[in-house]
């Protein structure tokens, strides 16, 4: 994966992209390509916050990739084979990915995300039916569904987890982008439909950057879901050549060492 920009924020975000917390933050966008035709993961850093509590609402990533593979191979790193050339391995912080010991796809290597949900089909009526995701499979036997919007991008798997969805302390959210002049409809149907809006219609400001319109809204679970307007998101989205040394360069001040020395507790590394 490649570092596709990083931002540093002196204050928390209006819409909460990094938590519930108001204090300096960073976002490093990383992912196998641009962000306009791939998949990216969006990783928040709070500056003063020492752990998040995992719960069971995020269940992992999928990579086709033997290179992955590969690679965790030759670094030692632990996998383990859950089903024939699938191997289950884990990022600093308790993170899930499944690598998939496969060419890697030549249009994203990121084949699919599984979040957990308590009532298969209450979860696939919502993203089907109001957000208009494709079904690609569905199997109540294993109560799992494979959702979609197109058939080269990354996929949604739900995935039931037999009880209640527990998003411990670990913030996050799925986010698509669409033409801005559809978030207030998306915002409309939802208020008719009496379902959870989280941030009403508002504009976020990047630095420098672009400004963006969000709509952020919740699913039965409490899934975080941001709808961005693309048209400005592309301006604000394209890969920065500097994003890796403006990443190394927060690192480096950011001191961690000494801040989890000084409160007595231990760094997640790999």
Same mark, same amino acid.
């Given at each position: 994966?490649?570092?596709?920009?990083?931002?540093?924020?002196?204050?928390?975000?209006?819409?909460?992209?990094?938590?519930?917390?108001?204090?300096?933050?960073?976002?490093?966008?990383?992912?196998?390509?641009?962000?306009?035709?791939?998949?990216?993961?969006?990783?928040?850093?709070?500056?003063?916050?020492?752990?998040?509590?995992?719960?069971?609402?995020?269940?992992?990533?999928?990579?086709?990739?033997?290179?992955?593979?590969?690679?965790?191979?030759?670094?030692?790193?632990?996998?383990?084979?859950?089903?024939?050339?699938?191997?289950?391995?884990?990022?600093?912080?308790?993170?899930?990915?499944?690598?998939?010991?496969?060419?890697?796809?030549?249009?994203?290597?990121?084949?699919?995300?599984?979040?957990?949900?308590?009532?298969?089909?209450?979860?696939?009526?919502?993203?089907?039916?109001?957000? @208009?995701?494709? +079904?690609?499979?569905?199997?109540? $036997?294993?109560? /799992?569904? *494979?959702?979609?919007?197109?058939? =080269?991008?990354? %996929?949604?798997?739900?995935?039931?987890?037999?009880?209640?969805?527990?998003?411990?302390?670990?913030?996050?959210?799925?986010?698509?982008?669409?033409?801005?002049?559809?978030?207030?409809?998306?915002?409309?149907?939802?208020?008719?439909?009496?379902?959870?809006?989280?941030?009403?219609?508002?504009?976020?400001?990047?630095?420098?950057?672009?400004?963006?319109?969000?709509?952020?809204?919740?699913?039965?679970? @409490?899934?975080? +879901?941001?709808?961005?307007?693309? $048209?400005?998101? /592309?301006? *604000?989205?394209?890969?920065?050549? =500097?994003?890796? %040394?403006?990443?190394?360069?927060?690192?480096?001040?950011?001191?961690?060492?000494?801040?989890?020395?000084?409160?007595?507790?231990?760094?997640?590394?790999?």
């Amino acid at each position: 994966l490649q570092v596709l920009r990083h931002e540093e924020f002196e204050e928390g975000c209006k819409a909460t992209c990094n938590g519930p917390y108001d204090g300096k933050w960073s976002k490093t966008m990383v992912g196998y390509g641009p962000e306009d035709n791939h998949f990216v993961a969006e990783l928040t850093y709070n500056y003063g916050i020492g752990e998040y509590r995992l719960g069971n609402d995020f269940l992992g990533i999928t990579l086709v990739s033997s290179q992955a593979v590969s690679n965790a191979k030759k670094m030692g790193w632990p996998l383990k084979e859950v089903t024939s050339g699938v191997f289950e391995t884990e990022a600093p912080g308790g993170y899930k990915f499944y690598l998939e010991d496969k060419e890697q796809l030549k249009q994203d290597p990121v084949w699919k995300v599984t979040l957990g949900v308590s009532d298969l089909q209450k979860s696939v009526s919502y993203w089907s039916g109001l957000l @208009g995701m494709k +079904i690609y499979e569905k199997d109540e $036997e294993k109560q /799992r569904a *494979l959702l979609g919007y197109a058939d =080269n991008q990354c %996929k949604l798997e739900l995935k039931a987890v037999g009880g209640a969805v527990d998003h411990g302390t670990a913030f996050g959210r799925i986010a698509f982008s669409c033409a801005r002049e559809e978030l207030p409809n998306i915002e409309a149907l939802m208020k008719k439909e009496n379902q959870k809006i989280l941030t009403p219609l508002v504009s976020l400001d990047t630095p420098g950057k672009a400004t963006v319109q969000v709509v952020i809204l919740a699913d039965p679970d @409490g899934h975080e +879901i941001c709808f961005v307007g693309d $048209e400005a998101f /592309r301006e *604000l989205s394209k890969v920065d050549p =500097n994003g890796d %040394k403006l990443l190394d360069d927060a690192m480096a001040a950011d001191n961690s060492d000494k801040w989890f020395a000084e409160h007595n507790m231990k760094k997640v590394s790999a």
